[in-house]
């Protein structure tokens, strides 16, 4: 059932912060991995005008039903007014990979 497993995706201000909510989030067991790319430049409106800052991304791994407690967690140590968080379903996924994440995660699906 890979329809359960989900990729959030956040951005930080540097690769310190990245390091951190990563480590955070596996940790807690929120995520069974996350993957830090970067520096990236993301360009976007704010407060009624473009910006455009570097960045480091985010990639965690985690299945659907522990969304909402990864993105609170997200939420409550990021250092950014309105944050990235985005989950992407892996509509297609390694069933063993899959299973990996449940376990880690202590998924039920």
Request: with cysteine; aromatic share 8%.
């Amino acid at each position: 059932m890979s329809g359960d497993i989900v990729i959030v995706v956040t951005t930080l201000p540097n690769r310190e912060q990245a390091v951190k909510m990563a480590r955070m989030l596996v940790e807690r067991r929120l995520a069974a991995c996350a993957q830090i790319s970067g520096p990236i430049t993301s360009t976007y409106w704010w407060k009624g005008k473009v910006e455009e800052d570097e960045e480091w991304q985010v990639k965690a791994k985690s299945c659907r039903e522990r969304f909402d407690e990864l993105s609170r967690a997200i939420r409550e140590s990021h250092p950014y007014e309105l944050p990235q968080i985005v989950a992407i379903p892996a509509s297609e996924i390694l069933e063993e990979f899959a299973q990996w994440i449940r376990a880690e995660c202590g998924c039920r699906s």
